[in-house]
């Protein structure tokens, strides 16, 4: 049993602790304490301390010399934490208290600092900063996997593989096509980190605990000095300071990015799964993105792509926790709300890792060409065009269809492929196919064909890959 006494710790929370007799349990601390993962804020909070405190300067709430002294102890502070050396403590709850309170021991203006703001408009700051910096770095990983991927379009243009629907063989489909499947995917997930940037970039400081502040601040000084501006350089701020201690949606727009991000290579991953396998056989995945077995010798299993299968599920499990977290706070500030970070900074890690490790993987990507070529060799796939051969002579499609399934249904009969039905069983089947039917199954004509906007023919498909080289700055970079 606790022995509740000897664990309070009269000593911590000297910025709090002016109405309480005792400090809180020692448990209260553990349990109650940001700091073990909110300490990766601590660039952003020093970057908001330096614009606070030039702006309390600029309103006159501070000194010049007060301000000085107080960017070169944040400096100090900054060089140490980036060094290590920083020593974080529990007893300080987070990390906004932690950098405080070590910058009052050597700064005496740092008793200032905290003027005309709280916690709940500083923390939002932060993760707004934060937030920036994650969807660029997201949308930078997502651009380098797109160029992989069009390269690796590019290195197999002539190869066609069957495209499945119900993971049955469809129809046929270019290599590049389906890659560059994943390369629109990717580019929408690459629009929505520019825009959760977007709602991200507008600043809450000066919102204070709830109803901003009765001393005369500056917002505008403040946010300008953050990078809070839109493309123009306008300044952008929260217009209602309840709002803005109280929203969590750009929190819960990037795990939702994120969730979907994780969603589409999570898609890419079971491709690959089942296109390296022995059944497919499309591709090789590269040894230094697959394990062994430690019993069966033959064994290269592809775990990477496995991985981040399952990782897309955690993904969607921080989302999940964001939106639970939120629905039934009433306004504006609850504690609860110190639980945000860890989702959200889970989504951003470990999609950035499954981000740069679909890229190692897909680069040593080996396609397999023989087998591509025996699979796409399936006349089957081509039964559609089939039909269209039919509608061509007239035939409306309903009965075309018809037809073609009648002759599919004569060459499993006859244990043969479409194009070996011989001509007596195939007019049986339907009057069109008197002759010429069989010219259906030249698979470059079949490719050909398919030349439409957004179709897999081969010079549809180079157009786009032509487009995708310019829109990711490839033809430059070259
Ligand atoms: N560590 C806190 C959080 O992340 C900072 C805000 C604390 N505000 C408060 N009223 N206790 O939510």
């Known amino acids: 049993m606790a022995k509740a006494k000897s664990q309070l710790s ?167 096509h389906h890659l560059l499947a994943y390369v629109e995917m990717l580019d929408r997930d690459a629009g929505r980190f520019a825009e959760v940037r977007a709602h991200a970039n507008v600043c809450p400081l000066g919102a204070g605990a709830i109803a901003g502040t009765t001393l005369p601040i500056d917002r505008e000084y403040t946010a300008r000095a953050l990078g809070f501006v839109d493309e123009r350089g306008r300044v952008r701020v929260t217009t209602n300071s309840m709002d803005a201690v109280a929203d969590r949606d750009v929190f819960i727009e990037f795990a939702s990015a994120c969730a979907l991000a994780g969603v589409h290579l999570s898609r890419l991953a079971e491709d690959m799964i089942l296109w390296s396998s022995a059944e497919f056989g499309f591709v090789d995945l590269s040894d230094a993105f697959c394990t062994g077995s430690s019993l069966m010798p033959q064994k290269r299993n592809p775990d990477a792509m496995e991985l981040i299968r399952g990782k897309a599920a955690r993904l969607q499990g921080n989302l999940q926790t964001l939106l639970t977290m939120v629905k039934g706070l009433p306004l504006t500030y609850n504690r609860d709300l110190q639980e945000d970070k860890v989702p959200a900074f889970d989504s951003f890690d470990q999609l950035a890792l499954c981000l740069e490790v679909a890229d190692g993987a897909m680069g040593g990507l080996r396609v397999k060409r023989a087998r591509c070529v025996a699979a796409v060799a399936d006349p089957a796939l081509l039964a559609t065009d089939l039909a269209d051969w039919l509608v061509l002579r007239g035939v409306p499609f309903r009965e075309a269809h018809h037809a073609v399934g009648g002759l599919v249904a004569a060459a499993e009969k006859l244990g043969c492929v479409l194009p070996d039905v011989p001509q007596a069983e195939a007019v049986k089947v339907h009057p069109g196919f008197k002759e010429g039917w069989r010219e259906v199954f030249d698979l470059d004509r079949a490719m050909t064909r398919r030349g439409g906007i957004g179709m897999p023919g081969p010079t549809r498909v180079k157009a786009e890959l032509r487009r995708w080289r310019k829109k990711l700055g490839l033809d430059r970079k070259a």
């Open 10 to 176: 009269p000593a911590a929370q000297a910025t709090w602790g002016g109405r309480f007799s005792t400090g809180p349990a020692e448990l209260m601390l553990r349990f109650s304490e940001s700091v073990s993962f909110d300490k990766r804020l601590a660039p952003f909070d020093i970057a908001v301390n330096k614009a606070h405190s030039a702006m309390l300067a600029h309103v006159g709430l501070l000194t010049p010399p007060e301000r000085d002294a107080i960017h070169r102890g944040l400096d100090e502070i900054a060089a140490e934490i980036a060094a290590g050396k920083f020593v974080w403590e529990t007893k300080f709850e987070d990390v906004h208290m932690n950098i405080e309170q070590a910058l009052t021991k050597r700064v005496p203006a740092a008793a200032r600092l905290h003027t005309a703001r709280s916690r709940n408009d500083q923390v939002a700051t932060d993760v707004r900063l934060f937030f920036r910096y994650a969807c660029e770095a997201l949308m930078t990983r997502v651009r380098h996997l797109q160029a992989n991927f069009v390269q690796l379009a590019e290195a197999n243009a002539d190869v066609l593989v069957p495209g499945y629907t119900h993971l049955q063989r469809a129809q046929p489909v270019s290599l590049m």
